[in-house]
C-alpha cells in the first residue's frame, strides 16, 4: 500500500508493529495469533468472534473505504484486526482523527471509529463538513464499544447528522491479550467508578461477560467482594434473565468467575513490581502488549556507524510482549534475579547447539541442522533482544535511587516506623522529586500503618501543597475519597497481615514456593485471596478475614441444564476466570499463573477493566494545574515554590 499522506503512519504504525502488514493473506492471521489457543481456554475464539463483528461492520460501508481512527482506539484495534484484514475488505487509506478538513482522498466511503467522545463529535464535524462537497462521498460511524444518545446529539447540533449512511457501534468490550489475559482497555475505568460515580465501564463489564459465556457456556460460580462486583453480578443475573430463551447451548469451560474490586486491595498497585514483565512496565510502559525502548542497545555496529554519520537520530525500539515469543513467555514471570541465570543457560544451550554444524558429518546430519537452523536463529535473536532489556532494567534496579525506594517500600509493608515521618519521603519532596513517586509511598505508609494520626497527615498535606502547588489539595482529596489516604482507623492491614500471611520472610526469589516472589517477600492481598478461594474451604475459610475489606460479599449460582453439565474427574482441576475491576497489575497476573502451575487447585482466566502500576493508577487522579492552560505569562507570573 502506497502511503500519500505522512499522517498516515501515525495510524499504520500500530498495525505493522504487530506484524499484521507481513501476513499478506487475511487466513494467515490465524498463524499470527495461535498463541492465544494455547491456553485451557482458547482465546482464538474471542478474537475471532471480534474480527467477525468488525468485518460485519465494513462490510455494511460500500465502495473503497478510508478509514478515520480516534488516536486511543489504534493500538487496541490492531490486537484484534491485522492492517492486511483492512485492505482485504476495501480499507485503502487510514488518517488519524483532527480537526480541520482531511487530507485529499478518492475513496467513496469515509469510516469514522471513535470513543463516544463529544470531543470527538466535533473533529469528525469538521472532517465531514469539509468533504461534503463531494456528494458521491459517503460518511459512516461506528462507536466503540457503544454508541450514545449524547453524541448523537451533539451531531445534529453540528448539523452533520443527516450526512451519514450508517451510525452504529462495534462492540469491542474485552480484548485479548494473551491466552489467559483479557483487559478492556478503560484506563480511566477505576477514577469513574470510585469518584465520579459513573458506572459505564461495569455495564461493558457485564457485557463482556456476557459474550464469554456466549462462547464458553454459562459460568455456575459467581463470587464477588466490593460494590462494583455487586453490581456486575446483578446486571449479569438481568442480563440472563432477560435473554433466557438465547442461553448458550455450549458446554461450561469455566467453573468459577471471581470479581474483585480494586478498591479492596489497594496497596499492591502502589508497591514496585519485582517480575521481568514487572519492571518493564514499571520503567518504560507496556501499552497493549507493546513496549517502546531507546533504540541504543539494539543497534548493529554497521546501525551505530551509519547513525554516527547522519545527524538523524534512530527511533525507538519497538517490542511486542506475548507468548508468542517463546523467550519471553518463559521470562515474564520471574523475578528480576532469576533473570540473568536462565538467560546465560539459554545462551549457553543456543551456542552449543549451533557448534553441532561442525560435527555433522553425513547429509542426513546436516539436513537434519538445517532444519533446526530457523528456529536456533530466532532463539539466538531472542536471547540476544532479552539480554539487551535485562541490562536496560539493571541500570535502573541497581541505582541508588531505585534501592532506595525499594527498601523503603519493604520497610513500611513490615511497619517498620510508619507512625513517624519517613525520611526518604521528606528527602524526595525537598528534592522537588516526582509528585506520583512521593504519593505512592505515602499511601503505602498510610495503609500500612492503619491510617495517619492527625498531625502526621497535616505535616504530608502541607508539604505537598506548598512543594507542588495549592491545586493538589484537590489530589489529597481525592485520594482521601478512595481510600488511600485516611486518618487512623480500626488495625485492618495488621490483621490481614496475620490471617493471610502477607509478608514471608526469606523468599526465594529465584525457585520460588509462594506468590511473595513478584513482591520480594510481600504477597498481593487480592492473589492470596484468589488462593483461599480455590481451596477445599473455599469462601468461607476466609469470610470473616474478607469482612474486614471494603464492600459487601457476593455469592451467587446460575442454573445450567441437565444436558450441559459436565462430569469431571475429581482430581481434575477447575477453571477460574477472574476479574479485576479498577484494574491489575503484571507482577499479580504472574502470581497467579504461579498459583495455577505449581498448587494445581485451579487454572486462571485473567481479565481486567486495564493493565495498571502505581503510576498510571495515580496519574489518572491528579489535579491539572490551573495554569497548565493559560499559556507561559501565568506560568511565569506564579509564585516560586518555597522550596
Not at 465494513?58 to 492486511?84: I, M
Not at 459465556?213 to 432477560?242: F, H, W
Not at 506520583?436 to 492503619?450: F, G, S, Y
Not at 484468589?530 to 469470610?543: D, F, H, V
Request: charged share 25%; hydrophobic share 40%; aromatic share 6%.
Amino acid at each position: 500500500v502506497l502511503l500519500s499522506v505522512d499522517t498516515e503512519n501515525i495510524v499504520v504504525e500500530h498495525f505493522q508493529a504487530k506484524g499484521g502488514a507481513r501476513l499478506g493473506a487475511v487466513k494467515m492471521s490465524q498463524g499470527a495469533s495461535s498463541f492465544l489457543s494455547n491456553g485451557r481456554v482458547d482465546i482464538g475464539l474471542l478474537r475471532q468472534s471480534l474480527r467477525a463483528e468488525f468485518i460485519e461492520c465494513l462490510n455494511r460501508c460500500d465502495g473503497s473505504k478510508a478509514v478515520v481512527w480516534d488516536d486511543k482506539l489504534t493500538a487496541p484495534f490492531s490486537l484484534v484486526a491485522e492492517y492486511a484484514l483492512l485492505k482485504a475488505h476495501g480499507v485503502d487509506k487510514m488518517y488519524p482523527m483532527r480537526h480541520g478538513p482531511l487530507p485529499s482522498c478518492e475513496m467513496q466511503h469515509i469510516v469514522f471509529l471513535t470513543r463516544p467522545k463529544l470531543s470527538n463529535m466535533e473533529m469528525i464535524a469538521d472532517n465531514i463538513r469539509e468533504a461534503a462537497h463531494d456528494r458521491l462521498k459517503e460518511f459512516s460511524i461506528f462507536f466503540v464499544p457503544r454508541k450514545t444518545m449524547l453524541c448523537e446529539r451533539k451531531l445534529e447540533e453540528l448539523g452533520v447528522y443527516g450526512n451519514l449512511t450508517n451510525i452504529d457501534e462495534y462492540s469491542l468490550d474485552i480484548i485479548p491479550f494473551d491466552s489467559d489475559l483479557l483487559s478492556l482497555e478503560q484506563p480511566l475505568s477505576f477514577r469513574e467508578c470510585c469518584l465520579e460515580q459513573d458506572y459505564t465501564s461495569l455495564f461493558y463489564v457485564a457485557r463482556s461477560l456476557m459474550t464469554i459465556q456466549a462462547l464458553y457456556g454459562t459460568i455456575p460460580n459467581l463470587v464477588g467482594k466490593g460494590a462494583c462486583s455487586k453490581q456486575v453480578i446483578d446486571m449479569i443475573l438481568r442480563m440472563r434473565r432477560e435473554t433466557q430463551s438465547d442461553s448458550p447451548s455450549v458446554m461450561p469451560q469455566i467453573d468459577n468467575l471471581v470479581l474483585i474490586d480494586r478498591t479492596t486491595d489497594l496497596l499492591t498497585p502502589m508497591l514496585s513490581q519485582l517480575t521481568y514483565e514487572g519492571l518493564i512496565d514499571e520503567i518504560f510502559g507496556i501499552h497493549n502488549c507493546s513496549v517502546r525502548l531507546p533504540p541504543e542497545k539494539f543497534l548493529t555496529s554497521e546501525q551505530e556507524e551509519k547513525n554516527a554519520a547522519s545527524s538523524v537520530k534512530p527511533g525507538p525500539k519497538i517490542l511486542v510482549l506475548n507468548s508468542a515469543d517463546e523467550m519471553f513467555s518463559e521470562l515474564r514471570d520471574l523475578n528480576y534475579q532469576a533473570v540473568g541465570p536462565l538467560l546465560s543457560r539459554k545462551a549457553k544451550r543456543v551456542t552449543s547447539q549451533m557448534e553441532e554444524r561442525h560435527e555433522a558429518k553425513t547429509v542426513r546430519q546436516l539436513k537434519q541442522f538445517v532444519n533446526r537452523l530457523p528456529h536456533l536463529q530466532q532463539m539466538r535473536l531472542a536471547v540476544s533482544t532479552h539480554t539487551s532489556i535485562a541490562e536496560l532494567i539493571k541500570e535502573r534496579v541497581f541505582s541508588d535511587d531505585f534501592m532506595d525506594t525499594l527498601r523503603a517500600e519493604q520497610e513500611l509493608c513490615g511497619c517498620v516506623d510508619t507512625d513517624r515521618v519517613h525520611p526518604l519521603v521528606e528527602t524526595l519532596i525537598a528534592k522537588k522529586e516526582s509528585l506520583v513517586k512521593v504519593l505512592r509511598l505515602v499511601c503505602i505508609q498510610c495503609m500500612a500503618n492503619n491510617g495517619f494520626k492527625p498531625k502526621l497527615m497535616d505535616f504530608y498535606k502541607r508539604e505537598i501543597v506548598q512543594t507542588y502547588g495549592f491545586h493538589h489539595l484537590i489530589t489529597i482529596d481525592k485520594l482521601e475519597k478512595i481510600g488511600l489516604l485516611f486518618v487512623k482507623s480500626n488495625a485492618v492491614f495488621s490483621n490481614l497481615r496475620k490471617s493471610l500471611k502477607l509478608n514471608v520472610d526469606n523468599v526465594d526469589e529465584v525457585n520460588p514456593q509462594d506468590i511473595s516472589y513478584v513482591y520480594s517477600g510481600y504477597a498481593p492481598i487480592s492473589v492470596r485471596i484468589a488462593q483461599n478461594i480455590a481451596k477445599p474451604g473455599g469462601l468461607r475459610s476466609i469470610e470473616a478475614t474478607l469482612r474486614l475489606l471494603p464492600g459487601p460479599l457476593v455469592e451467587e449460582k446460575q442454573s445450567i441444564p441437565a444436558g450441559l453439565q459436565a462430569k469431571k474427574p475429581a482430581t481434575a482441576a477447575g477453571m477460574t476466570l477472574i476479574f479485576f475491576l479498577g484494574g491489575v497489575t503484571h507482577a499479580e497476573v504472574s502470581a497467579l499463573r504461579f498459583l495455577a502451575s505449581e498448587e494445581g487447585v485451579t487454572d486462571y482466566l485473567i481479565a481486567t477493566t486495564k493493565l495498571i502500576n502505581g503510576a498510571s493508577l495515580l496519574e489518572t487522579l491528579l489535579e491539572p494545574s490551573p495554569l497548565e492552560d493559560e499559556g507561559p505569562l501565568a506560568a511565569s507570573a506564579a509564585p516560586p515554590s518555597r522550596r
